[in-house]
């Protein structure tokens, strides 16, 4: 019987089994943010063990609310840079140099095939686009994780997802994860793995295909995984092409975690997508998902253009290219917020921001902000938010308020319509 | 800072599938970084019929009932953590998210699964009353008393998450191991 990719990553990385179906894994990336990770690190000061297993492997963001907004979020912001500089971290990202966690950490290239990740961060799921196992966890798994540099894990299932046919043009990554969540139900894949496979998967960009992995925990699973591919390396070539020589040998490298043909799954699921339309929530669960067209004239308040499933240079691109040259709803308020520096300074030059501020959008800095109703963009009351973040519950971006789902493209076409809308319609 | 767990006591029921940790504690609140500042705003956005998160009930209450995919959405461990502060070290639901899930066990705490037929049995018991539940973990046992009648449950924890019980948490368990 041959492995998934899950298996092999665990096989390589076994540290200790304590109990059967108990798995304690050795850790490449421990990452790192502002929100959850202080109180580990307090923790760790009041046990007398402030240390870190490897100063090298662990990675530090601040991104939740950035710049400070106001004595409590400074306060945390300055209990993780103090930590980073007394253990003399090197990667660490601070105003002016941040970006939200799970844009910029892969971005830098710290994420490879193969590698284990956890973050307090429960779209840590989004690092499996590289051929990772990166998981969410809480502060206790992260103190653990920054002391000894292991974690805990059940014995991994997985479930296979095939994504075949075409999109339609104007149909994307967003889409299509919103209408397999919307199949596999809140808690469809608990406790497993969700492998991205087929056709359409291998031809996504590797942006499309953090967008795809990012809301894999919309579904309950552990992590979403891609296989690596010679879009995988072209994506690292800059960070890898000392250790390689030549894109040949890293592919050669990587394809040693593809998952086996005759490897064991859980489930073994078939999307074809080539009727898929733009897909957009209702509700208050990211399972709620139906066609834009089901949902056209929804009126809405605010559109969000952002976070770590769709603030991406391509996603910003896809939004630009229908904004461009028109103007936003005079009853909308339209946030747009590139996903790190990086992204942002490529949208300048592309003039993609200039777009954005002629249709009538706010360019914030990169964070994190509206996205969890902590800052940049909070709802009021009754007010209605389309958004290209990976969660609808209630009250999530502010007591109160709603917030639709979608696609970049989607977000852009409803900001000028002020009611939600199809971008192919326009 | 673990400190000793009490399993058992009164029990509040929250009747929904899907509570997530936005709804267990908004996140407005991540902001404090000591866990006994969060305690006023324990459950603080849910919206159920019946249930008031500043009511006496929940300020009793040392065990939650619930239904299945409690703790959905963010990794926030500030749910787990609310819970503990508030003296609720239990929660007994049909099933969870896999993040709080084992954030309570990494706690020290305990989240215990129940077929749906005995959750609703539970939740037909408290609705008598004001039900006491008290729960033996060395032998895996739950027993729930509202007046004169008392229903007794057998249930399943992993020998890692009863290791993580017993040793107070993963830190203890991982500090001591590795």
Redesign the interface.
Known sequence: MGKTIAEKIFAAHL??E?????R?LSLDRVLCHE??T??AI??LV??Q?DRVFDRDKIKVVID??TPSK?S??A??AK?LRDWARRHEIPDFFDVGRNGVCHAIFPEKGYIRPGFTVIM???H?CTHGAFGAFAA??????L??GI??G?C?F?EPATIRINITGSLQQGVVAKDVILHVIGKLG??GA??RILEFRGPVVEAMSMEARMTLCNMA?EA?G?CGVCMPDMTTVDYLWPFIKEEFGSREAALADYSQWVSDPDADYDKVLYFDVSSLEPQVTFDY?PDCVKSVADLAGTRIDQVYIGTCTNGRIEDLRQAAAVLKGKRIADSVRGIVSPATPKIFSEALDEGIIQIFMDAGFCVTNPTCGAC???SNGVLAEDEVCASTSN?N????MG?GGMVHLMSPATAAASAIAGTITDARSL | ?SSKKIFGGSAVVLDRA?I?T??II???Y??????EALTPYILE?L?LDGFDPKGEKLKNAGVVITR??FG??????HA?WVFEVNGVHTVIAE?????FR??MF??GMLAIELPKSDIDRIIALEARGDMQVSIDVEKQKISASSGSETLGFDFEI???DK?LVEAG???EF??A??
């Open positions: 540290r200790d304590p109990f059967a179906g108990t304690v929100i959850t202080p109180v307090a923790d009041w046990r063990k939740h609310v106001d409590k979020t306060t945390q209990i307090g961060d429960s840590t969410g966890v809480g502060t206790t798994d103190e653990v002391l000894k292991v805990a059940r809140v808690n608990t406790d925990i309950g552990t669960k969890l109703g902590m969660r519950f209630n009250g999530r007591k | 800072m899907d997530n936005d709804e908004p996140a407005k991540l902001t404090e970084v000591t866990k956005d919206t299945a995919n959905c959405g963010s990794s926030r461990e787990p099933s969870y998210a896999r993040i084992q954030n990494n706690c992993s020998p890692f290791a948490g993963w830190v991982a500090d191991r590795y």
